[in-house]
């Protein structure tokens, strides 16, 4: 049973605490390690993300401070996809070429979106690139596994590498000053990135990253596909680097 409930304690939590939140919380790795495998290269053996993603539930758990009174799946939903996506990183399993359109699809959506002053629209982004629009949904999909706004993209270091700022927001841990004043500037800047996006887009990260309902579930709330919510989450996630990078001056 998942132990969702906010815990009202102080202080750390005790070995029966640990060994509860950790049975209670395991699902977790596999559901968040599938989720995180759906679109990545064959090659790479989701039973990896599942190791990396446990270390980060235990390192949650010896790090989860009771007297915040947050739920502890979600922090720990944070910190095991940081650390699978640390996992990813140290593989370096990104080819050259899932780059090039990643960096294509941010160039043409702040291209597109600050010549026109609104969000870009599939078949716009589609003209920049000159591809079809079939094409574009394709490259969305190759790309959706690395559709994330880590910390470093938006410089800030010392922090958990891999770590999506969409999550992030949630539970914020940076010791330095200074980058804690930066990092605040983000939260506001993703706010205000956030509510630029089209109705749909808004709200797939609303039930991804704060529901945290997966994309097959979201498919249904929509009435769409689970490739699509994927295309639609990849294209979010573009834009919203396109727009957070060149406000903050990553």
Known sequence: MMMN??????????KTGRDKLLEGNIHLVKIIAYQVAVNLPPHIDVNDLIGA??????ESIDRFDTSRGVQFNTYASIRIRGAIMDELRSM??????????????????DEIERRTGRPAEVEEVAHFLDITTEALYT?????????VLNLEDMGIANHDEGMDILECIKDPEAKD???IVKFNEIKKRIAEAVETLPEKEKLIISLYYYEELTLKEIGKVLEIT?????????QTMHRLKAKL???IGA
Do not use: F
């Open 53 to 58: 993603g446990t270390i980060g539930l235990l």
């Open 92 to 109: 370096d399993w990104m080819t050259r070429s899932m780059r090039d359109k990643s960096n294509q699809l941010e160039k043409a959506y």
């Open 177 to 179: 000053p200074m980058a």
């Open 245 to 247: 990078k060149k406000c």
């Open 5 to 14: 409930a906010k815990v009202k304690e102080s202080g750390a939590i005790g």
């Open 226 to 234: 689970e490739s699509r919510v994927c295309q639609l989450h990849s």
């Open 139 to 147: 490259i969305l999909s190759q790309v959706s596994a690395v559709s």
